[in-house]
């Protein structure tokens, strides 16, 4: 099984920064990458798919990047409602594992 | 609107058994595979299962293989998932979760989600 493995574990930045969250597969995935976001309570949210591709409705202070095994969701002009859990996935073979996931906390 | 609802989870013990059921809508249900995604409160996110549009191919997390078995009905819309031998590590929220496109290529990404039923399974 392809292991993913996010950093840092959780972030607090204010709001207008730009943060980082990166996500390593174990052996590559190409770009079979995607991010979700979860609120408390709330299920996933997909933000990004095919490792770089915005899902409809998603505000363009999210970009993504990478392939193979390294790959980066970037967050700029930090905004309130953007504290939340950020999750990378695979989808390149079953099982579509999942990181460990980002908290990420709004000052 | 693109919907997915579960429902069927509760409280069992330990080597029993529970029949999960997630009802689509808003969209071609026969056209898109369907999984089903657990979380155990707090905690990260696990794949579970896939089952394929036509239900011919199925895929298992090594956690629940030879103990779960996903399935469907396209002609009620509904996705199932039943669960045998249950462990207390199995206590989690589950999700249902539609692929983002439809037939069976390959596809990242899972585009609409439940709010999950949750599953506890203790003595």
């Known amino acids: 099984d392809i292991q993913m493995t996010q950093s840092p574990s959780s972030l607090s930045a204010s709001v207008g920064d730009t943060v980082t969250i990166t996500c390593r597969a174990s052996?590559?995935?190409?770009?079979?990458l995607n991010w979700y976001q979860q609120n408390p309570g709330k299920a996933p949210k997909l933000l990004i798919y095919?490792?770089?591709t915005l899902q409809g409705g998603v505000p363009s202070r999210f970009s993504a990047s990478g392939s193979g095994t390294d790959f980066s969701l970037t967050i700029s002009n930090l905004q309130p409602e953007d504290s939340a859990t950020y999750f990378c996935?695979?989808?390149?073979?079953?099982?579509?594992?999942f990181g460990q996931g980002t908290k990420l906390e709004i000052k | 609107e693109v919907q997915l609802v579960e429902s069927g989870g509760g409280v069992v013990q330990p080597g029993g058994s529970l029949r999960l059921s997630c009802a689509g809508s808003?969209?071609?249900?026969?056209?898109?595979?369907l999984h089903w995604v657990r979380q155990v409160p707090g905690k990260g996110l696990e794949w579970v299962s896939v089952?394929?549009?036509?239900?011919?191919?199925?895929f298992y997390a090594d956690s629940v293989k030879g103990r779960f078995t996903i399935s469907r009905d396209n002609s009620k819309k509904s996705l199932y998932l039943q669960m045998n031998s249950l462990r207390t590590e199995d206590t989690a929220l589950y999700h249902c979760?539609?692929?983002?496109?439809?037939?069976?290529?390959?596809?990242?990404?899972?585009?609409?989600w439940g709010h999950g039923t949750t599953v506890t399974v203790s003595s």
């Open positions: 808003g969209f071609t249900f026969d056209d898109y595979s």
């Open positions: 979760a539609k692929k983002r496109c439809a037939g069976t290529g390959r596809c990242s990404g899972m585009d609409v």
């Open positions: 052996q590559t995935v190409d770009t079979y």
């Open positions: 996935q695979h989808s390149y073979n079953f099982p579509h594992t």
């Open positions: 095919d490792a770089s």
């Open positions: 089952i394929s549009g036509d239900g011919l191919w199925i």
